[in-house]
């Protein structure tokens, strides 16, 4: 059974970091690229970050590049996003979403097959 579960939100100052991951179990993470998004409270979900499966290909949302860093580690089964200078408009619950690989690159604007069930991140002081 496919699985994606997220760790390491949390609350976090104004400037503060937090890496995010996604752990993966029941498929093999090399055939897939990985995608983050986020939704906060009364808005669409949000589209991030996104990683190629062998992890060359790496794509940001506008808002969060330069801030937040996208990696994989297929032999671990692991993807993580390491968020920097968080903002209070970054609050969100992340998630991890899953696609299985059709092109070499990856996108933020095609559908996901397999998501987890999200990471809190709150940015507050």
């Known amino acids: 059974q496919l699985q994606l579960v997220e760790s390491g939100g949390g609350l976090v100052q104004p400037g503060g970091s937090l890496r995010l991951s996604c752990a993966a179990s029941?498929?093999?993470?090399?055939?897939?690229?990985i995608a983050w998004f986020r939704q906060a409270p009364g808005k669409e979900r949000e589209g991030v970050s996104c990683?190629?499966?062998?992890?060359?290909?790496?794509n940001y949302a506008d808002s969060v590049k330069g801030r937040f860093t996208i990696s994989r580690d297929n032999a671990k089964e692991m993807v993580y996003l390491q968020v920097n200078s968080l903002k209070p408009e970054d609050t969100a619950v992340y998630y991890c979403?899953?696609?299985?690989?059709?092109?070499?690159?990856?996108?933020?604007?095609?559908?996901?097959?397999?998501w987890g069930p999200g990471t809190q991140v709150t940015v507050s002081s």
């Open positions: 979403a899953a696609r299985r690989r059709v092109f070499r690159l990856c996108s933020l604007f095609v559908d996901y097959n397999y």
């Open positions: 029941g498929f093999t993470l090399d055939y897939y690229h």
């Open positions: 990683i190629s499966s062998s992890g060359d290909n790496t």
